[in-house]
T-cell receptor
Framework: GIQVEQSPPDLILQEGANSTLRCNFSDSVNNLQWFHQNPWGQLINLFYIPSGTKQNGRLSATTVATERYSLLYISSSQTTDSGVYFCAVGRLGGGNKLTFGTGTQLKVEL | ETGVTQSPTHLIKTRGQQVTLRCSSQSGHNTVSWYQQALGQGPQFIFQYYREEENGRGNFPPRFSGLQFPNYSSELNVNALELDDSALYLC???????????FGQGTRLTVV
């Protein structure tokens, strides 16, 4: 099956700093989503971005499908950005099954 | 528009027992998928239901089974619980095909 790798595994930032999270995948995909998992376990949708670039406030994402990677940018980080960020991918023929990476644990400190 | 809701939020069961978890899909969605997330790991796909039939299954034994109802809500049943079944169980709803999936808040199952 498709492999998804995320980096870095852990990240500690000072409030106000910027960061880039990376997601590499091993095969072509038709679906790519970024999630933020809050401390209570809920996965919050950040971006549905199988290709191209999107922005939502302080967050933006870029997926280069031909090179099999996606980037999530967090600018002017806040303590509320802390948590685990997951990238998940899906392929045609797999229904809407998502394969998740192992996540990036982000901690934003004052 | 209602989001994806799961019940219960927490559950403690004894090894060997059976458990049923429930999920109501988001309005307008006809596909429900279930995922298991062990501590410190990413969610793992269990199976997916579409039109009340299983439509894809991950690497989970047959004691993990499910149902989908005409209103698109779904159940996950796990028989003969094992300690390793302790995890966060997540339900996702979507439209059939490659579309954005939305998750419920999860059910945290502890097997003792």
């Amino acid at each position: 099956g498709i492999q998804v790798e995320q980096s870095p595994p852990d990240l500690i930032l000072q409030e106000g700093a910027n960061s880039t999270l990376r997601c590499n995948f091993s095969d072509s995909v038709n679906n790519l989503q970024w999630f933020h998992q809050n401390p209570w376990g809920q996965l919050i949708n950040l971006f549905y971005i199988p290709s191209g670039t999107k922005q939502n406030g302080r967050l933006s994402a870029t997926t280069v499908a031909t090179e099999r990677y996606s980037l999530l940018y967090i600018s002017s980080s806040q303590t509320t950005d802390s948590g685990v960020y997951f990238c998940a991918v899906g392929r045609l023929g797999g229904g809407n099954k998502l394969t998740f990476g192992t996540g990036t644990q982000l901690k934003v400190e004052l | 528009e209602t989001g994806v809701t799961q019940s219960p939020t927490h559950l403690i069961k004894t090894r060997g027992q059976q458990v049923t978890l429930r999920c109501s899909s988001q309005s307008g969605h006809n596909t429900v998928s279930w995922y298991q997330q062990a501590l410190g790991q990413g969610p793992q796909f269990i199976f997916q239901y579409y039109r009340e039939e299983e439509n894809g299954r991950g690497n989970f034994p047959p004691r993990f089974s499910g149902l989908q109802f005409p209103n698109y809500s779904s159940e996950l049943n796990v028989n003969a619980l094992e300690l390793d079944d302790s995890a966060l169980y997540l339900c996702a709803s979507s439209q059939q095909g490659i579309t954005e999936a939305f998750f419920g808040q999860g059910t945290r199952l502890t097997v003792v």
